[in-house]
């Protein structure tokens, strides 16, 4: 299994600054993904981060609105950048072991 | 393309009742996994089960139970005696090798 560290839990931002939010994982992990939840929607994939590498993003993500860094295979972190309140959903991050997913506690993120 | 379905947004039933959650799966590839996960009020996602795509064979884990079908593309859930802490979002969601596609998520209200 992996454990998985997210911070910070929730914030509240205001429109127009950046949060980067960290996850650590208690394992060395090939890839680490991030993921997006509206309020009262499914999760939806924003990219997949390899270390050493650039990350992967899926159809509507750019870097420049969520760059990602992946320092090392324990650690990664994700930037919401120039937030407005679309951006407001809680941010996952999530990792596989033996094929299995798991999953941070999660960014509440609510942008003012 | 790969694709789930809930179709069930909301199901609500009393304390006691079974119920079954729905899932119906669209993918061209012949090894892939199923999960199903679970995410209370609090939104932490809770890993309930993984099927990969050659293991047909049903599972019970306690009052829950799972029915895996190839031949209808259809992993759905069934809880037995339901309990109000079964209340939360559970989502079904498919992988090949990596990244998770997650169904919209179903609704589930236990009322005591």
Same mark, same amino acid.
């Given at each position: 299994?992996?454990?998985?560290?997210?911070?910070?839990?929730?914030?509240?931002?205001?429109?127009?600054?950046?949060?980067?939010?960290?996850?650590?994982?208690?394992?060395?992990?090939?890839?680490?993904?991030?993921?997006?939840?509206? !309020?009262?929607? @499914?999760?939806?994939?924003?990219?997949?981060?390899?270390?050493?590498? %650039? &990350?992967?993003?899926?159809? $509507?993500?750019?870097?420049?609105?969520?760059?990602?860094?992946?320092?090392?295979?324990?650690?990664?972190?994700?930037?919401?950048?120039?937030?407005? !309140?679309?951006? @407001?959903?809680?941010?996952?991050?999530?990792?596989?072991?033996?094929? %299995? &997913?798991?999953?941070?506690? $999660?960014?509440?993120?609510?942008?003012? | 393309?790969?694709?789930?379905?809930?179709?069930?947004?909301?199901?609500?039933?009393?304390?006691?009742?079974?119920?079954?959650?729905?899932?119906?799966?669209?993918?061209?590839?012949?090894?892939?996994?199923?999960?199903?996960?679970?995410?209370?009020?609090?939104?932490?996602?809770?890993?309930?089960?993984?099927?990969?795509?050659?293991?047909?064979?049903?599972?019970?884990?306690?009052?829950?139970?799972?029915?895996?079908?190839?031949?209808?593309?259809?992993?759905?859930?069934?809880?037995?005696?339901?309990?109000?802490?079964?209340?939360?979002?559970?989502?079904?969601?498919?992988?090949?090798?990596?990244?998770?596609?997650?169904?919209?998520?179903?609704?589930?209200?236990?009322?005591?």
């Amino acid at each position: 299994s992996a454990v998985i560290s997210q911070k910070p839990s929730r914030d509240i931002c205001q429109r127009g600054t950046s949060l980067t939010i960290q996850c650590q994982v208690d394992s060395q992990v090939t890839m680490m993904f991030w993921y997006r939840q509206q !309020p009262g929607q @499914s999760l939806t994939l924003i990219a997949t981060a390899n270390q050493g590498s %650039e &990350a992967t993003y899926e159809s $509507g993500f750019v870097i420049d609105k969520f760059p990602i860094s992946r320092p090392n295979l324990t650690f990664s972190t994700l930037t919401v950048s120039n937030m407005s !309140p679309e951006d @407001s959903s809680i941010y996952l991050c999530s990792v596989e072991a033996n094929t %299995e &997913a798991f999953f941070g506690q $999660g960014t509440r993120l609510t942008v003012v | 393309a790969q694709k789930v379905t809930q179709a069930q947004t909301e199901i609500s039933v009393v304390e006691k009742e079974d119920v079954t959650l729905d899932c119906v799966y669209e993918t061209r590839d012949t090894t892939y996994y199923l999960f199903w996960y679970k995410q209370p009020p609090s939104g932490e996602l809770v890993f309930l089960i993984r099927r990969n795509s050659f293991d047909e064979q049903n599972e019970i884990s306690g009052r829950y139970s799972w029915n895996f079908q190839k031949s209808t593309s259809s992993f759905n859930f069934t809880i037995t005696a339901s309990q109000v802490v079964d209340s939360a979002v559970y989502f079904c969601a498919l992988s090949r090798t990596d990244k998770l596609i997650f169904g919209t998520g179903t609704r589930l209200q236990v009322f005591p």
